[in-house]
């Protein structure tokens, strides 16, 4: 997606595929993924992957988590580190 107005040099289109898959791109981020894909095979095959993958896990019947599994994915989201974040604790120009 080099070149496009709304990409930022050394973004790769690679980490699109998922967003892809699941419609989540706006329309023009499709289209020139739509293009990608007809000359990138390794996307097209990770691309049909991810679509099984999504189709099997709209046939899932959600549940809600245990007090213990919920409680211990907290803790882990707490303990990970935000990517792009600084941890100096000071909020800036919001």
């Known amino acids: 997606m080099y070149g496009e107005p709304h990409m930022r040099a050394g973004e790769d289109s690679h980490f699109d595929i998922g967003a892809y898959v699941l419609h989540a791109l706006p329309p023009d981020e499709e289209a020139f993924f739509d293009n990608h894909l007809a000359n990138c ?3 097209r095959r990770e691309a049909e992957a991810l ?16 007090a ?8 882990q989201v707490a303990l990970s580190p935000v990517i792009g974040v600084e941890a100096s604790g000071a909020s800036e120009g919001c």
């Open 51 to 66: 679509n099984e993958t999504a189709v099997l896990l709209g046939e899932v019947t959600p549940r809600s988590p245990s």
């Open 41 to 43: 095979a390794t996307c």
């Open 68 to 75: 213990r599994a919920r409680r211990w994915v907290m803790e």
